[in-house]
């Protein structure tokens, strides 16, 4: 807690913010279809989208600004039970997506050498990976891709 405490009041309130997305979608995945989550994705980007949110590309602002959302996840998800890389994945790709990131969302499958199945998420900016680790595009093979939506396809999407 002191350690909390003894941040800037941006990173308290970004991390706090990663925290209630973390545990909101943990809240929503054993109710949303599988192929709700892209719907969801949108909805939730939309819903608090800065319209004046630009991508700040490779500045230096823009670098500590994605670095500093991709730490609050991390941080926030090591600290809440059972946020696998799926809820870190379905929130990194809305607070990136959020703050005008390019993010795509993958979703991936495997079977080791033992013909164990395994399933993994992480999300990339520019293609690189930014949450669920740096070899995972490698190891998986890819079932499902989300990208963000720019800005203006943003304001402009019908609702339904």
């Given at each position: 807690m002191s350690k909390f405490?003894?941040?800037?009041?941006?990173?308290?309130c970004r991390l706090l913010s990663a925290a209630l997305w973390l545990v909101g979608i943990r809240v929503l995945l054993p109710v949303v279809p599988f192929c709700g989550i892209p719907k969801l994705l949108f909805f939730?980007?939309?819903?608090?989208?800065?319209?004046?949110?630009?991508?700040?590309?490779?500045?230096?602002?823009?670098?500590?600004?994605?670095?500093?959302?991709?730490w609050s996840i991390k941080v926030a998800a090591g600290r809440i039970p059972w946020t696998t890389c799926l809820p870190q994945a379905l929130v990194a790709h809305?607070?990136?997506s959020r703050a005008g990131y390019p993010a795509r969302l993958h979703l991936g499958v495997?079977?080791?050498a033992d013909a164990e199945f395994g399933a993994h998420a992480w999300v990339d900016n520019c293609g690189s990976v930014v949450i669920g680790g740096i070899d995972s595009?490698?190891?998986?093979?890819?079932?499902?891709?989300?990208?963000?939506?720019?800005t203006h396809e943003l304001s402009a999407a019908p609702t339904r």
């Open positions: 405490l003894r941040l800037p009041w941006a990173d308290k939730l980007t939309k819903l608090g989208r800065k319209t004046s949110a630009s991508y700040a590309g490779s500045s230096g602002a823009g670098v500590h600004a994605l670095e500093s959302i991709v809305l607070l990136l495997a079977k080791s595009g490698r190891s998986y093979t890819t079932i499902l891709t989300i990208a963000s939506l720019p």
